[in-house]
């Protein structure tokens, strides 16, 4: 699927008048490292001709990964990159967070340069002596809703296997009017429970909040808040949080009363932020 977006974008590069200079393209996927330390990156080149010079990797302003690359015209290669054990840890420290640089050149032309910021999913750190998990560096996680993109949708503390939530998610929330109308809205509503939050125990909270859906009204109303299946290992922390909610309209010309019910839920992973 995604080797049938970047020959997408490609096709689009490629029309007359564009493939003069189009810069080439990177893979916005999440990235998996094995165990070995291998990974791979799919770069397209929209141009005419071919491109070569080097990729980087960069974590936290330092070079960790680095090798020559050829990519053949109007194509959509796989840049192969090798991490070593420091690089693994550099990456695992930064949230599998880093940026890809290319700079390339074609024959007997100009220079240009790529880059995109992404998310490489290390394998986690081996055991300690003894076999218990190495303990994450810092007790700061840095979480993202869903399994893709940047851990940046929110935060939380873990301190004797509970979780503070510290920056707040947002979590997808869809009304129905049940009579009325029988309208249906999407909203994305803030998780405003901070905890704690017991790792390994579900666990619900109600308490008065306000919701932006636009089927309800804006005053304050019973929000309930749930965090459920959330698990903990040395480098990752998953679970799900999700809320519900309602509201009612009465109708004065029709005498007649609009039940509004929501609810959803968002499955989410996190990493030490360190």
């Not at 007359?16 to 990235?31: F, N, Q």
């Not at 990456?91 to 007997?108: E, H, I, N, Q, Y």
């Not at 560096?137 to 939380?156: I, L």
Request: glycine share 10%; with cysteine; aromatic share 6%.
């Amino acid at each position: 699927m995604k080797r049938l977006i970047l020959l997408a974008v490609l096709g689009l590069l490629t029309l007359p008048g564009t493939a003069l200079a189009a810069k080439a393209k990177i893979s916005p996927r999440a990235v998996t490292v094995s165990a070995a330390g291998a990974a791979t990156v799919e770069v397209a080149n929209p141009n005419r001709y071919a491109l070569k010079g080097t990729a980087k990797v960069i974590v936290r302003a330092r070079s960790v990964a680095r090798r020559k690359v050829r990519l053949p015209k109007r194509s959509v290669t796989e840049v192969k990159l090798r991490f070593g054990r420091q690089a693994v840890t550099a990456l695992r420290d930064a949230g599998g967070r880093a940026t890809l640089k290319l700079a390339l050149r074609r024959p007997g032309g100009r220079r240009t340069a790529a880059r995109r910021t992404l998310t490489l999913r290390v394998p986690a750190a081996a055991p300690a002596p003894g076999g218990q998990p190495t303990p994450p560096a810092s007790s700061r996680w840095a979480g993202r809703m869903g399994t893709e993109g940047p851990y940046d949708d929110f935060e939380f503390t873990v301190a004797n296997g509970q979780m503070q939530i510290t920056k707040a998610a947002m979590v997808p929330v869809s009304c129905f009017e049940n009579g009325g109308s029988h309208r249906s809205a999407l909203s994305f509503e803030l998780f405003d429970a901070p905890g704690p939050w017991t790792i390994g125990t579900d666990g619900l909270v109600a308490k008065q909040g306000i919701a932006v859906n636009q089927l309800v009204s804006g005053g304050m109303r019973t929000i309930n808040y749930k965090v459920t299946g959330a698990s903990q290992q040395a480098d990752k922390v998953t679970g799900t949080l999700g809320m519900s909610f309602s509201d009612s309209k009465y109708d004065v010309f029709t005498a007649t009363i609009t039940f509004i019910n929501c609810a959803g839920s968002q499955s989410f992973e996190a990493v030490p932020a360190g």
